[in-house]
């Protein structure tokens, strides 16, 4: 436990102290959320960050501190463990190093070299490997045993090589050596299968393709896996380039046994030892530990990526509890309406035919109308799927014909809405309600609260990342449900109006708890201070000390239970309002008064000077919600689908999605644009996260539009030149969409130099100087890769 508190300091630039207290913290079964805010004092003032790195890692090390144990008995258990090996085992920093050191003496089954040995013919390999200067046809006469399968020369010989084959192939410093030789040299690449030219054509770009192993990015590693998962693409790892890519590994493996063709007797065929034991044992297995650490590194940027979208969409701007009409917009099957009141209780549902084929536009106006005077409603949300600007166009005429009403309507993602009607959940929390109608009860309260609403789905089925579908699935739940926990955790909860799963999310409850939570306040009806908690069934004081900082009563009875300070600091709070002279409720929201007190006037033994300064910085704004302030993507009029693009057209949209080679943008013609990652800023872009997050609005100008593909160009840099070499943007303006002009390369392919997802396969990328025609070219393959993902 010692080495892994010396490894966790060291990786996190932390003191051990601070590392053994966390440790100890989260061993007994407190939450990150909760270290992270009420144990400063203990782990030294580690952040959220600091301690999700921690609680990884420490899995990760005691995972291979148990194996290192298993190891060391196996060995030991054999006879074979010696003082040099036990060190070498003790100080293997990695699990791969710990299984190349095992492997020598890991049980297997009966293997050519075992089968040799017991045939007696190790003295022979030991022999020709010492001294190369015997001759092996003249050694090896003297093992002919006919008895023992030993039939000739040759087959003394052949189980020789098996022998010395199995030595080299198990060495573990020559395996590492040649591993990371490989990963910094080797060059993976990819061919379409015979006959799947036409059922991968959607993996095109990858039918004869190339790159270093190491410098593949995520996104296009992953590509790769799918379209070999599927039968579509071959993948061979070479060991680099030139007409014998084997040649340096070979070289590393003589050399490593002081083997050379200095024209003795023995050289030749121990340099076809080494040969053989490169290309069918040591490669072989190489081959297979290099790919599958492109892909975990793959699967791990991936998920990261998702987790930040995540968090971006989670901690999105609520618009607040006002009454809300949600719109689940559609054509011949009808625009699904739902009402709900402050709190997001469903008061009614309709379903509208304002469009083809009935064109009940009138009607559908007049029936809003009447739902929004009757309930009192605010705001419109609108989900953003087929139909959606149409129903923008219904809603604002609304608003037009009815200013009395004082009405908004925003269009927002209704990623994982039906997702969400389907569930569970849904079913239980609105039990008689057509499944086709939740989808708008669940687009008007994602605009009153989105981190409330979103918790109610399925991480993964929200829709923000790259190949979610591909990836190590327990690592990306572990990943996302960290997500989740520490946004709802940042955010506070209200214990009166919560719901099951918003509840779950919060520190120290579980799913059962915070059931029994909302049953308790059903039957008793709202909490009135946080010590009531104490009578929900098993929530005991272990589970209240969790949860009761993250859980907020407003208007209780309390003052501080609206706020983040927790029940065992109120002490210090009482200190502070008798230092001041002042009662809580004045004192509250007082900043001049809290800005002069001097923090280490309140500390004690038990709640230090950064308890006491979260404490001030708490009282000054009590229950503070950490989101932006809520504002909306304005879409230009007239602009609702591709024909209406123009390039050159600066728009306003939301972020969707980011990935590691752009981002990609709803600017409100049923079809996200791509902001390749050249074209978000006026400087170089390593990570597209550094500019922009899920959610965020941006200004962006069109540069090409590919009608039919459906592909739309965009840029963040609003004096980005259009491209000249499509005149009207894969359009002919006067007239007919998605005619390409003679002479003209095809729509959305890149030209001769361009290159695919993130810049050329096996090339370099550009930075913000690329031109715009390269970068809407690097953009249409990228957006291609991303949909198929």
Not at 171 to 177: F, I
Request: glycine residues 8%; neutral net charge.
């Amino acid at each position: 436990m010692q080495s892994i508190v010396q490894i966790l300091a060291e990786e996190l630039s932390a003191r051990p102290a601070q590392i053994e207290a966390a440790v100890s913290l989260l061993d007994d079964g407190a939450t990150v959320p909760f270290i992270a805010r009420y144990r400063k004092e203990a782990t030294g003032g580690l952040d959220d960050v600091q301690l999700r790195n921690l609680e990884q890692r420490l899995g990760y090390l005691r995972e291979l501190e148990e194996r290192r144990t298993a190891v060391l008995k196996s060995i030991d258990e054999q006879g074979k463990l010696d003082d040099a090996l036990r060190a070498e085992i003790a100080a293997a920093e990695t699990k791969q190093r710990l299984e190349d050191l095992y492997l020598p003496y890991k049980p297997k089954r009966r293997t050519k070299a075992q089968i040799a040995r017991e045939a007696g013919l190790e003295p022979l390999a030991d022999a020709l490997l010492a001294d190369p200067s015997l001759s092996p046809e003249a050694c090896a006469a003297d093992y002919v045993d006919v008895g023992k399968g030993v039939a000739d020369a040759a087959a003394a010989l052949e189980g020789a090589r098996q022998i010395l084959m199995e030595r080299f192939a198990e060495d573990p410093q020559l395996t590492g050596r040649l591993r990371e030789r490989l990963w910094e040299q080797g060059v993976l690449v990819s061919r379409v299968m015979d006959g799947k030219e036409g059922e991968g054509a959607k993996f095109s770009d990858y039918f004869d393709y190339r790159e270093p192993i190491a410098r593949i990015p995520s996104h296009r590693a992953l590509a790769l896996f799918r379209g070999r998962n599927q039968g579509i693409l071959s993948l061979e790892l070479l060991a680099g380039d030139g007409d014998d890519p084997d040649a340096p590994c070979r070289a590393l493996i003589a050399g490593q046994f002081g083997i050379a063709q200095r024209g003795r007797p023995a050289d030749a065929w121990l340099l076809e030892t080494v040969r053989k034991a490169w290309r069918i044992k040591l490669m072989v297995r190489l081959d297979l530990d290099l790919k599958g650490r492109l892909l975990e590194a793959a699967e791990a940027e991936a998920i990261q990526v998702f987790a930040k979208n995540l968090k971006a969409l989670l901690l999105a701007a609520p618009a607040g509890r006002l009454p809300t009409i949600g719109l689940d917009p559609g054509l011949r099957t009808g625009v699904k309406l739902a009402v709900v009141d402050g709190t997001g209780r469903v008061v009614e549902t309709d379903t509208l035919y304002p469009h083809v084929p009935k064109n009940q536009w009138d009607a559908s106006i007049a029936r809003l109308a009447t739902l929004a005077a009757r309930h009192g409603v605010k705001l419109i949300s609108i989900g953003n799927g087929t139909a959606s600007r149409e129903t923008d166009r219904l809603a604002r005429e609304l608003i037009r014909r009815h200013p009395e009403l004082g009405l908004r309507s925003l269009v927002v993602n209704e990623a994982g809405a039906s997702v969400y009607s389907a569930s569970e959940y849904a079913s239980r929390e609105l039990p008689t309600m057509d499944v086709s109608l939740r989808g708008a009860v669940s687009i008007a309260r994602r605009l009153q609260d989105p981190l409330a609403e979103l918790v109610k789905i399925e991480p993964k089925a929200i829709g923000v990342g790259q190949y979610q579908h591909d990836l190590n699935q327990t690592g990306l739940a572990r990943s996302l449900d960290a997500v989740v926990e520490d946004c709802v955790n940042a955010v506070g909860v209200d214990v009166n109006t919560a719901s099951v799963p918003l509840l779950a999310q919060v520190s120290g409850l579980t799913a059962t708890i915070a059931e029994n939570l909302v049953r308790y306040r059903e039957e008793n009806g709202a909490f009135r201070n946080r010590a009531q908690l104490k009578r929900v069934p098993r929530l005991g004081d272990k589970t209240f000390q969790q949860c009761a900082g993250f859980l907020r009563i407003n208007d209780g009875d309390e003052p501080l239970d609206a706020s983040a300070v927790h029940p065992e600091a109120y002490p210090v709070v009482r200190r502070i309002v008798e230092g001041t002279g002042r009662d809580v409720r004045s004192l509250i929201g007082d900043s001049a008064t809290l800005r002069r007190l001097d923090a280490r006037q309140f500390a004690d033994a038990l709640f230090g000077e950064p308890t006491v300064r979260d404490i001030l910085v708490e009282l000054e704004k009590p229950g503070r919600d950490p989101r932006p302030e809520f504002r909306a993507a304005e879409f230009m009029d007239g602009v609702e689908t591709l024909e209406d693009l123009r390039p050159g057209m600066v728009l306003e949209g939301s972020v969707t999605n980011v990935t590691n080679f752009g981002a990609f943008v709803d600017i409100g013609v049923h079809q996200d644009g791509l902001v390749h990652i050249s074209m978000l800023a006026d400087r170089f872009v390593k990570d597209p996260h550094a500019v922009v997050q899920s959610g965020q609005l941006v200004k962006v100008k069109v540069l090409e539009v590919d009608l039919k593909r459906r592909r739309i160009a965009l840029s963040m840099r609003l004096d980005a030149p259009v491209p000249e070499h499509d005149g009207a943007s894969r359009r002919d303006a006067s007239a007919r969409p998605g005619r390409q002009q003679p002479g003209r390369p095809r729509p959305g392919r890149p030209r001769p130099g361009q290159g695919s997802a993130g810049g050329a396969p096996g090339g370099k990328r550009r930075g913000a100087e690329h031109s715009a025609g390269t970068a809407t070219g690097s953009m249409a393959a990228a957006f291609a890769k991303a949909r198929r993902g």
